[in-house]
Nanobody, 115 residues
Framework: QVQLVESGGGLVQPGGSLRLSCAAS????????MAWYRQAPGKERELVAA????????NYADSVKGRFTISRDNAKNTVYLQMNNLKPEDTAVYYC????????WGQGTQVTVSS
């Protein structure tokens, strides 16, 4: 069965860093573009970062550009989101997404940025 399992979330102070991981199984990982979305309470889900199947192209939301880096390891069926210089407005549940013709979602991992 298709599974996307996020991990690495937690509580961090402003200016700190976290590295999120998403472990994928049940589909041909390298054929899917991967993305990270986030959703804060009362807000719409927004795209944070995306990466193509081979990992050669990435896109970022303007709000995170220069601070976040998406990467993938197709040998490990895992996509990562390195988050640096975190700000309180980054607080959200972060979701892993796999997309091709169909789309799959993980359950999310909570990131809280607070002093």
């Amino acid at each position: 069965q298709v599974q996307l399992v996020e991990s690495g979330g937690g509580l961090v102070q402003p200016g700190g860093s976290l590295r999120l991981s998403c472990a994928a199984s049940g589909f041909t990982f390298s054929e899917y573009a991967m993305a990270w979305y986030r959703q804060a309470p009362g807000k719409e889900r927004e795209l944070v970062a995306a990466i193509t199947g081979g990992g050669s192209n990435t896109n970022y939301a303007d709000s995170v550009k220069g601070r976040f880096t998406i990467s993938r390891d197709n040998a490990k069926n895992t996509v990562y989101l390195q988050m640096n210089n975190l700000k309180p407005e980054d607080t959200a549940v972060y979701y892993c997404n796999a997309r091709r013709i169909t789309s799959y979602w993980g359950q999310g991992t909570q990131v809280t940025v607070s002093s």
